[in-house]
T-cell receptor, first 112, second 111 residues
Framework: AQSVTQLGSHVSVSEGALVLLRCNYS??????LFWYVQYPNQGLQLLLK??????LVKGINGFEAEFKKSETSFHLTKPSAHMSDAAEYFC??????????FGAGTRLTVKP | KAGVTQTPRYLIKTRGQQVTLSCSPI?????VSWYQQTPGQGLQFLFE???????NKGNFPGRFSGRQFSNSRSEMNVSTLELGDSALYLC??????????FGSGTRLTVV
């Protein structure tokens, strides 16, 4: 079965600094990979997804992620953090039949 | 187009009672999944329905059940509520390809 590990339950960056949220996956078949963001008292919003094709995926709000098969990673980055980026971020892996599994989440704090 | 709608948004129930949560997926989406989110356990997959059939099931006791109607709307039922069932329950829908759109969730508190 597939699984996801997110390294770091809390990440803190200064406004304007690089955001790097780490995600490693385990899957016996080619995976589909996702990043979601959750703001307080809300559901999850899709940031970006990798299915096939180009391994560098651009998403909303300036985020992007790169699928690296050799490293089984799908890290999320943003060149310059904004205060509004403070939220919880979830990496997810999905294989057959829409069976999607989430990581434990990383809470991002942005300091002024 | 309208997003995934979950009702009610908030619910308070007493231990031992049962509860039904509702989810209306995005029009045209045939797959509906349910997740339980708690601070301690994170996001845990409950089950997924596709065209009225349960296609995947997570590791939850039989007190948790669901169903999907012909219009793709889905309901989730929890019987004999326990304090530990207090959580945010999230519904998500998907078209035939991968990737879910989530609703805002139902916050269930069991007292």
């Amino acid at each position: 079965a597939q699984s996801v590990t997110q390294l770091g339950s809390h990440v803190s960056v200064s406004e304007g600094a690089l955001v790097l949220l780490r995600c490693n996956y385990s899957s016996s078949v080619p995976p589909y990979l996702f990043w979601y963001v959750q703001y307080p008292n809300q559901g999850l919003q899709l940031l970006l997804k990798y299915t096939t094709g180009a391994t560098l995926v651009k998403g909303i709000n300036g985020f992007e992620a790169e699928f690296k098969k050799s490293e089984t990673s799908f890290h999320l980055t943003k060149p310059s953090a904004h205060m509004s980026d403070a939220a919880e971020y979830f990496c997810a892996v999905c294989t057959n039949n829409n069976d999607m599994r989430f990581g434990a989440g990383t809470r991002l704090t942005v300091k002024p | 187009k309208a997003g995934v709608t979950q009702t009610p948004r908030y619910l308070i129930k007493t231990r031992g009672q049962q509860v039904t949560l509702s989810c209306s997926p995005i029009s045209g989406h045939r797959s509906v999944s349910w997740y339980q989110q708690t601070p301690g356990q994170g996001l845990q997959f409950l089950f997924e329905y596709f065209s009225e059939t349960q296609r995947n099931k997570g590791n939850f006791p039989g007190r948790f059940s669901g169903r999907q109607f012909s219009n793709s709307r889905s309901e989730m039922n929890v019987s004999t509520l326990e304090l530990g069932d207090s959580a945010l329950y999230l519904c998500a829908s998907s078209p035939s390809d991968y990737g879910y759109t989530f609703g805002s969730g139902t916050r269930l508190t069991v007292v």
